[in-house]
C-alpha cells in the first residue's frame, strides 16, 4: 500500500467514523441513564433531515444565505428534532413505561418514515436531477479550521477536516469527564445502575433519565446532520445508509464498553475497518463484501469477551433496558 | 400505602399497578386508542399534504381490497410478518430479545436459494423438502450462535443478535455477487424462471395460497404449543423469572437453547417462504425490515399466535395501503413508515392504561383499597 492510498483510507475512515461517533457519544449519554435506546438509526435520521430541511428553506428563500446563520440554523434544528424524537422515547418509556426495545424499534421505523418522505418530497420540489443540494450550508460545513495547515503528509492525515470532525472528539472527551468526574455525572450513572437506590439517595430519577435521553439524541442527531452536510454534501438519498450507520453506532458503544472517549479511536477503528476492502488488491466484489462485515464480528468479539472476562468496569449500566417503578419491588 | 393518614401533601395523582383488568376494557382502551391514532394521523395527512384524510383512508382500503389480487398480497404479505412473529414469540416469551430475526430469515433464504441453484436438476418434490430442511436448519444455526453464548457465558443477546443481523446481511451481499445474474446486474434474478424448479406450487390458481396455508396451520401449532405443552410451560417459567424456574429443576440453560433452535428455525422457515413461496430471488432485502416489525406484533400480541393475526393485519394493511396512497396521489411511499410509527406508538402507551390506573387525590380513597 501507498503512502497516498493509505492516507486516502484514514481520511475516509475518519469521515465515516465520524457519523458514528457523535451517535455512540449520544447513545452513551442514553444507556448510562438505563435507557437502551434501539431508535439510534431513527433519530440520526430525524437530526439530518431537520438541518437540511431547515437550511433548504433559508437558502430558499434569503437572496444571500448568511452562512453563519446557516450553521446554527442546521445546528439548532437537528438537535431539536433529535431530542423530540428522544422526547418521544422518553415519554413511552419512562413516564409510560413501555419496554424500551420495542419502543426504539418503533422510533427507528418513525424517524425513517419521516425522514425519506421529507427528503424524498424535497428532491421533487427541487426538481431537474432530482437531487436537492444546499450550496452555502455544506460550504460552510466543509470548512476545514486547520485547512492552512494540511498541505503536509501529518496535516492531510490530521487537519483536513471539517470542523464537525474536531467538534465530534470534543463532545467525546467533555463527555467521557461529565461522566466521570461530575457529581451530576455520577447521579446519572447512579440512575443506570440501579434506580431504586438512587431515588432513595434523593436523586430525581425520571429528571435526569429524561434529560439523559434528550440531550443524548440531539448529539446523535449531529451525527445524522455530519452525515447530510459533510460526508455526501448537503443533499438527501433515499438508500437506507443513515440505517446502517445508526446500527454501527449502536455497536459501537459496545465495543467503547461505555466510555465515550474511546470512541475517538474506535470510531476511526471502525471507519478502517469498513473501508478498508476499496485498498487492498486483488479482492473481487463477493469478497470485498466480507471485509464490511469485520466491524460487526469484531464487535461480536468485543461482547462475547467481555462477558466472558467480567471485569465490572466493562460491563453496561445495571438496569439498562428495564423501566423503573418506585411501588414496584 | 398508608401514606393518606399521614400529614403530607397527597400528590394530584398517583399510579397504582392493577392486579387485572377486564378484557372487555383492556380491548376498549385499545380500540379507543387505535381510533384515537388513526384520527391522528388523518390531521398529519392533511397538513402536511392538503389531502382530505377520508379520501387517503378509502384510497388505503382500496389498496388493500380493490381486486382479488391485492387481496392475496395482503394475505401473502400478512402471512410472511406472521410467520416471523410466530417465530419470535417463544423466545420473547422466554424474555430472550431476539432481535435477529432479519438474520435468520437472510440465513433461511440463503439456504432456500442456493438449493434452488445448485439442485435445480433435482425433482421438484424432493428439491422443495431439501429446501425446507435446509432453510430451518440454516435458521435455527443463526439463531444458536448469540444463544450458546447466552446460555454459557450470559452474553448480552439483544446485542449479539443485533450484529448478527448485519453479519447476514454481508453474507447475503457476497452471494448476491456471486449469484448475480445477468452479470453486472448486481441481483441475483428470478431463480430458475423457465423450470420453476424449487417455486412454490400455485393452489387454485393463487401462487401465495401454499404460504398462507402454511402459516396458518404453524400458528395453531405454535398457539397450542406455547399455551399446552410442558415444553410452552417451561418457557413461560423461565421468563417470568429464571430463578424460580431453577428452583422447580427446570434445566434453564437447556429450555433457552431449546427455544432458540425453534425460533430461529421458524424465521428460517419465513425466509424459505419468502425465496421460494413469494419473490424467487434473494436480496439484501429480502427481510426488509420486517424482522423488526415483527417484534413489536410479537410484543403487543403478549405472545398470543391468534391475536398476533390482528396485528399483522393492521400492520400489513397500513403498509399496503401507504403504497396506493403513494401511488394515487403522487407521495413517496415512506408515508406507511410515518403511519405505522404513529400508531404503534399510541398502542404502546395504551399498554399503560391497561397495567397501571391513575388515582386522583380524593378523600373518597380508603374505599378504592
Known sequence: MTLSSFISLFQAAIVFGTVIMFGSIGETLTEKSGNLNLGVPGVMYLGGIAGLVSVFFYEKYTPEPNQLICVILALASSFAA?????????????????????????????????????????????????????????????????????????????????????????????????????????????????????????????????SATCIGCGIVGFGGLFYVMDYIGGTWANDGSIESLGWLAVALVIFTTWKSANSIWGAYLFGLLYWMFYYIEGLTRSSQEIFKMLPYVVTILVLIIISFRKKKENQGPQSLGLSYFREER | MSKNKSSVKEPLLRIAKRDSIEAYKAWGIRAAVLIAALIICGFIIFFITDLNPFKVYISMFKGNFGTTRRIWQLLRDMAMLLCIGLGLAPAFKMRFWN????????????????????????????????????????????????????????????????????????????????????????????????????????????????????????????????????????????GESENTARYAGINVKKVIIRTMLISGAVCGLAGFLAVSGASHTISTSTAGGKGFTAIIVTWLAKFNPVVMILITFIITFLDRGAVQIASDFNLNEYVSNIITGIILFFILGSEFFINYKIIFRSKKQEVIK
Open chain 1, 82 to 210: 433529535a431530542a423530540l424524537g428522544g422526547l418521544i422515547y422518553s415519554f413511552l418509556t419512562i413516564t409510560l413505561r413501555a419496554n424500551q426495545n420495542v419502543t426504539g424499534l418503533t422510533l427507528t421505523i418513525f424517524g425513517t418514515g419521516v425522514a425519506n418522505f421529507l427528503g424524498g418530497s424535497l428532491n421533487k420540489l427541487a426538481g431537474g436531477v432530482g437531487q436537492i443540494s444546499v450550496p452555502y450550508t455544506s460550504d460552510a460545513f466543509k470548512f476545514q479550521i486547520f485547512g492552512s495547515l494540511s498541505s503536509s503528509s501529518f496535516g492531510k492525515l490530521f487537519l483536513s477536516y471539517g470542523w464537525m470532525v474536531y467538534l465530534a472528539i470534543i463532545i467525546a472527551v467533555v463527555m467521557q469527564i461529565f461522566l466521570s468526574k461530575t457529581r451530576k455525572g455520577l447521579n446519572l450513572r447512579a440512575v443506570g445502575e440501579n434506580p431504586a437506590t438512587a431515588d432513595a439517595a434523593g436523586i430525581n430519577v425520571t429528571k435526569y433519565k429524561y
Open chain 2, 99 to 238: 432481535i435477529g430475526a432479519e438474520g435468520q430469515i437472510l440465513a433461511g433464504g440463503l439456504a432456500t436459494a442456493a438449493c434452488m441453484i445448485y439442485l435445480n436438476s433435482l425433482p421438484n418434490y424432493l428439491l422443495l423438502i431439501i429446501m425446507f430442511v435446509t432453510s430451518i436448519i440454516a435458521g435455527a444455526l443463526w439463531g444458536l450462535i448469540p444463544t450458546i453464548f447466552k446460555a454459557k457465558f450470559n452474553t448480552n443477546e439483544t446485542l449479539f443478535t443485533l450484529m448478527m443481523n448485519y453479519v447476514a446481511i454481508q453474507l447475503t451481499s457476497y452471494f448476491v455477487a456471486l449469484w448475480e445474474n445477468p452479470y453486472g446486474s448486481n441481483t441475483v434474478g428470478i431463480i430458475n424462471p423457465a423450470t420453476k424448479a424449487g417455486w412454490l406450487p400455485s393452489v387454485f390458481g393463487q401462487q401465495s395460497f401454499l404460504n398462507v396455508a402454511i402459516v396458518l396451520l404453524l400458528t395453531v401449532i405454535m398457539y397450542f404449543y406455547l399455551k399446552y405443552s410442558k415444553q410452552g410451560y417451561e418457557i413461560s417459567v423461565v
